[in-house]
């Protein structure tokens, strides 16, 4: 069984605030050097999971920032690492059509989500994003890009509105694993990191013991994006073959979803080109 595993920062437990996610501002520093632990802690407690349920390649993706955070010195030896960027296919850099399931670790909810730590859609120029008319997060549109290779989310961790997002996006069949719950877009209530890393391993393995079936996008797709300000949409629509189909939102569609990928990344770039 080949694995992959993409890994974000918001949603792992103990964070709440950018101050332990933000690897560039130095007041972040010693903050940010803790979170990349934590964040390295639950990476390896999935690898550990699936090993346990069989895996005999497992992929890890650096998902966060800049996507230079998971500390290699410290990485289960059976995982290889995936990490820098630019990459072309981002948080999912590496999914092919060989992995048999995908896991989402220390994932977030989508922009606009209330009782959510750190709620955002990749850059802050996102109000929001839909797909096929339904608002999509990271969640969402990485599924749909793994599913488009064939390859299913087995199971998404982070605070307790992504569990319900996965769910609502994915199905019931879905595996979550929960360690936090926001009080506030900046507060919450977290289990201890050993606690996480507990539920995450034992939740991976159970969850990769079950079926579960991709999330197909339909051919064509259409991603519709709703930026903040009108100069990000100005800049959006620079993207060849989109549609200004408002003053804030900016569309593309296009049958193949790889495709489809590569415009959505292309569009939320180019919008903070200023
Ligand atoms: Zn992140």
């Not at 993409?6 to 010693?30: F, K, L, W, Y």
């Not at 990485?75 to 399931?101: Q, T, V, W, Y």
């Not at 709620?119 to 839909?130: E, G, I, K, L, Q």
Request: glycine share 8%.
């Amino acid at each position: 069984m080949r694995v992959y595993v993409s890994v974000d920062m918001e949603g792992i437990a103990g964070i709440v605030h950018e101050d332990q996610t933000n690897p560039v501002d130095p007041r972040c520093a010693a903050e940010y050097a803790r979170g990349r632990k934590l964040m390295t802690a639950e990476a390896n407690a999935a690898v550990e999971g699936a090993l346990a349920a069989g895996a005999g390649f497992i992929l890890v993706n650096d998902s966060h920032w800049a996507m230079r955070n998971l500390l290699a010195e410290e990485l289960h030896p059976a995982a290889e690492l995936l990490r820098g960027g630019p990459k072309r296919l981002s948080m999912l850099e590496g999914i092919d059509a060989g992995f048999d399931a995908a896991l989402f670790i220390g994932y977030h909810a989508r922009a606009g989500t209330a009782r959510a730590l750190l709620d955002h859609t990749m850059t802050d120029v996102v109000r929001d994003a839909r797909l096929n008319g339904r608002s999509m997060g990271e969640l969402g549109l990485n599924a749909a890009l793994a599913g488009s290779y064939g390859v299913p989310v087995a199971l998404v961790s982070g605070d307790r509105a992504t569990a319900d997002e996965a769910r609502d996006v994915l199905g019931a069949e879905v595996g979550t694993v929960v360690v936090k719950e926001a009080v506030s877009r900046h507060a919450a209530r977290s289990v201890a990191p050993e606690v996480a890393g507990q539920r995450i391993r034992e939740g991976v393995t159970a969850a990769l013991r079950r079926p579960h079936r991709p999330f197909v996008p339909p051919s064509p797709s259409t991603i519709e994006v709703d930026f903040t300000f009108t100069y990000q949409a100005d800049y959006a629509e620079l993207v060849p073959g989109s549609v200004r189909r408002g003053p804030l939102t900016v569309a593309y569609t296009h049958p193949d979803f790889h495709e489809l990928f590569r415009a959505w990344r292309a569009l939320y770039n180019l919008a903070r080109a200023e």
